[in-house]
Nanobody, 124 residues
């Protein structure tokens, strides 16, 4: 059974950077596409970026394109989210989700497995 664990969140000043990690266990991770999404208090989940199992194809939401970069190291069963030029509106709990089918979807409901999330707070 696939398990996902996110880490790397924290408090950062506006303009700063963070790198989140999503570590998988229990499966051959190469077979899984991954979505990073976030949810701020009182708001709907927002899909940010998705990546295929091989890492050869990625998509970004307009709100993070040019600031966030997704990558993966399947030897380490890990997907990363490099976040630069962070803004206060990026404050949210960040989640990774995985599924064996890649549809390029930003909808978390299209992914069967979710992690527990990691808090990112952007504030001075």
């Amino acid at each position: 059974q696939l398990q996902l664990v996110e880490s790397g969140g924290g408090l950062v000043q506006p303009g700063g950077s963070l790198r989140l990690s999503c570590v998988a266990s229990g499966v051959i991770f190469d077979y899984y596409a991954v979505l990073w999404f976030r949810q701020a208090p009182g708001k709907d989940p927002e899909g940010l970026t998705c990546i295929t199992g091989t890492g050869g194809n990625t998509k970004y939401a307009g709100s993070v394109k040019g600031r966030f970069t997704v990558s993966r190291d399947n030897a380490r069963s890990t997907v990363y989210l490099q976040m630069n030029s962070l803004k206060p509106e990026d404050t949210a709990v960040y989640y990774c989700a995985a599924d064996t089918s890649y549809r390029g979807s930003f909808n978390p409901g299209d992914y069967d497995h979710w992690g527990q999330g990691t808090q990112v707070t952007v504030s001075s």
